[in-house]
């Protein structure tokens, strides 16, 4: 093989590699998030998040970020968008410790949702705690963001905040899981058959916005749907997923974003019975 032949071949060579790296990176949150922390003051720390890799920009330098505060003064109450369509279904789960947050991602086809027509495929569900959206400039203890794609790559979000009162259920069907987690440094634990159904809502009112993913690489044009009741977690479930992370971090929430020219819309049901 000629040297101009063994030059071409190494460049293809870097240049999959190179897009095999970015490409996922797109539409998808990091999976070892080694690379960046929530320290405020820190060079790893939210402000500079931007910076640590070309790709991550939009956490800079995007117009479209999450989280947001959810200021009533300043939401379009609608009732056109109509019920928010979830058709779940039980599918082998694997807890992955990401760095900083527990996520559960879904091995098999655990069901999708629909909106305006899309059906959004349910990838992985992972907590953040305190929550990283605020209502009216008041954090919870905690949000869940279950996290779907389109088969065309698009990303929909649907999030759920808790404040501290009564246990979750579905938390509490993994405690064990999570109790293991806490006890190992590995990165993945196998959780078994595990029931998205089991997520509970709770109401049919809901905010919808425009956003991004709240980690690097803070991607945009992200369909956000908030659900509007305040559901509730114990102090000692909270605690419980940050110890399983070992990050030795007591948050791993996401400053609010500016909102910039975006609206956000309140689905409320015109009948009363909600």
């Known amino acids: ?5 063994i030059q071409l071949l190494f ?13 996922p990176a797109t539409s998808q949150e990091v999976e070892d998030e080694a690379d960046f922390n929530y320290d405020p003051n820190g060079e790893k720390g939210p402000a500079n998040w931007g910076r640590i890799h070309p790709e991550w920009g939009a956490c800079s330098n995007g ?5 947001i505060d959810l200021l009533s003064e300043r939401v379009d109450v609608v009732s056109h968008l109509g019920r928010l369509s979830r058709s779940y279904k039980p599918a082998n789960a ?5 760095g900083h947050d527990m996520m559960l991602k879904w091995e098999g086809a655990a069901g999708s949702i629909e909106i305006n027509g899309t059906e959004y495929l349910l990838k992985q569900c992972h907590w953040h705690s305190p929550s990283e959206h605020t209502i009216n400039g008041k ?7 279950m996290v779907h794609e389109s088969l065309d790559g698009k990303v929909a979000v649907v999030g759920i905040m808790y404040m501290i009162g009564r246990p979750d259920s579905f938390l509490s069907s993994l405690t064990k899981q999570l109790q ?5 440094y590995e990165r993945d ?16 009112k809901y905010y919808r916005y425009m956003g991004s993913l709240t980690i690097p690489p803070c991607t945009e044009n992200v369909l956000w749907t908030i659900v509007r009741k305040v559901r509730t977690a114990t102090r000692e479930q909270v605690r419980m997923l940050r110890v399983a992370v070992h990050d030795e971090s007591d948050t791993n929430a ?3 974003q500016p909102i910039n020219s975006r609206t956000v819309k309140l689905f409320r049901p015109e009948d009363k019975d909600d």
């Open 254 to 256: 996401r400053q609010i």
């Open 94 to 98: 694997t807890l992955r410790n990401r």
């Open 63 to 67: 117009s479209m970020q999450s989280p």
């Open 139 to 145: 954090r919870l203890a905690l949000e869940v963001h």
């Open 180 to 184: 293991l987690v806490a006890g190992t």
């Open 1 to 5: 093989m000629g040297k101009l032949a």
């Open 11 to 23: 460049l293809i060579t870097f240049f999959l590699v190179l897009v095999s790296r970015i490409l």
């Open 189 to 204: 634990t196998v959780a078994g058959v595990v029931d998205p159904r089991n997520i509970k809502i709770g109401s049919r």
